[in-house]
């Protein structure tokens, strides 16, 4: 009698294709960008010379101002732009990101062709007071967006932006009116914007109300209450409560002496200062420090971290709480800093558009921070535009920040996930 061989199962592993995905938002982008560069550079072609000046007469270091045929230089940086945008193409058909420089690379490129296309034959182009121009205008929306980066990694979306620097701005202009102090001005604007997120906190984790909902209906009641408060106490007596001291200019020895990026960075006062310290100190906490750690646990998953010790609701409270403190102080820049007294809705949107860079940056805190500096800049770029007589309307120059905002978020930032638990409430079983 025969008997069957076993039959014996391969046991070799199973290897899985690893799927592709091809993401052409980069290269739909870059060549938006391209048909514009186009559009402008040889639909309108411009002639004879743009000038950009580096240095100013009271700088330290002089560096000589760089003259560039218009024509040409549109000519070739519109080569430029095609070959990185197919490059770019060449990567997602690899199903590979385009690199965040290549991004930058390519928006540099964009913006010298621009800018030597709109300053052609007019006054120079001041490079230095650009770039001054885009951090003093990027402060507030900098501090902003590290306040949603750390509210948000704790698992709450943070629409109240606006209201926390508007906050902030009025409560640093009275009461550093009152005292004649700018520190204690800039210490009660941290208070005001801790008030707000303290709502925002109790609404969204304790009564479970709609995150969003809150966010917005804070940013009404503040802007209502600032208004109010304005029109019938501040405006009254102006030089009693809305007239605050302005924050005092520190140079830095050596480093302020440096070509562009001494004026820009280094002669500044000392909220630009407080700036540089909290980008370094946000980015350090959440990635490198237990704080950071249990702040992205929750926000992640919020049950796993429960299981291990931590209180969910009370982390998310205090990081809230803090993420208030860190806008307001972004909202003392607008009366100690910039404009040197208090008005009505000042802050105008810039709240949302701090929002709008913490989703560019992908919920990251330097990647929110140049989100910001570039909204900043083209804030900036409509200023510097109208001073040299730049062709460019300036409806269109108004509306180009927000722009900016659009295709930012939309166009360049690509696949976006916020924390996985971002704006949903933690009810412990």
């Not at 210490?187 to 966010?215: E, N, R, T």
């Not at 900016?404 to 978020?409: E, K, L, R």
Request: glycine share 10%.
């Amino acid at each position: 009698m025969s008997t069957a061989t076993p039959v014996i199962p391969d046991q070799s592993p199973i290897v899985l294709e690893k799927a592709q995905i091809r993401s052409w938002k980069a290269p739909i982008a870059f060549g938006i960008f391209v048909v514009i560069s186009l559009i402008l550079f040889f639909g309108f072609p411009r002639h004879g010379t743009s000038t950009f000046k580096f240095t100013e007469t009271s700088d330290t270091i002089a560096l000589p101002n760089l003259v560039v045929d218009t024509f040409s230089t549109t000519v070739i940086v519109t080569i430029i732009l095609v070959i990185l945008t197919l490059v770019s193409a060449y990567l997602a058909w690899q199903a590979r990101k385009a690199s965040l420089w290549l991004v930058i690379g390519f928006a540099l490129v964009f913006m010298f062709g621009f800018l030597a296309w709109a300053g052609s034959g007019e006054l120079p182009i001041p490079i230095t007071g650009l770039l001054l121009g885009t951090v003093s205008l990027s402060v507030p929306l900098v501090f902003g967006a590290l306040g949603g980066v750390i509210s948000e990694r704790s698992g709450v979306v943070n629409v109240a932006i606006e209201g926390q620097l508007l906050a902030g701005a009025f409560v640093s202009a009275m009461t550093a009116t009152l005292t004649g102090s700018w520190a204690v001005g800039l210490f009660a604007a941290l208070i005001a914007g801790v008030l707000v997120s303290f709502v925002l906190a109790a609404f969204s984790i304790k009564y479970l109300v709609d995150q969003v909902i809150v966010g917005v209906v804070l940013n009404v009641l503040v802007t209502g209450l600032t208004s109010f408060l304005y029109s019938k106490v501040l405006a009254q007596n102006p030089d009693l409560l809305n007239r605050p001291p302005r924050l005092p200019e520190w140079p830095i020895p050596l480093l302020s002496d440096i070509p562009i990026i001494g004026p820009v960075l280094f002669h500044q006062t000392i909220i630009e200062y407080l700036m540089y310290i909290a980008i370094f100190a946000v980015w350090f906490g959440l990635f490198h420090t237990r704080w950071g750690l249990r702040v992205r646990s929750v926000g992640e998953h919020p049950e796993a971290a429960d299981t291990v010790g931590i209180n969910v609701n009370s982390t998310r409270f205090w990081n809230v709480s803090l993420a208030g403190a860190v806008a307001g102080l972004g909202g003392a820049y607008f009366t100690l800093g910039s404009v040197g007294a208090f008005s009505k809705e000042m802050t105008a949107g810039q709240g949302f558009i701090a929002l709008a860079a913490v989703i560019f940056g992908r919920w990251h805190p330097i990647k929110a921070t140049l989100a910001a500096l570039l909204f900043g800049f083209a804030t900036n770029l409509q200023n510097v535009l109208g001073t040299i007589g730049s062709p460019v309307p300036s409806e269109f120059m108004l509306m180009l920040p927000y722009v900016v905002t659009i295709f930012a978020v939309a166009g360049l930032v690509g696949l976006s996930r916020a924390p996985a638990a971002d704006g949903k409430p933690y009810i412990k079983s």
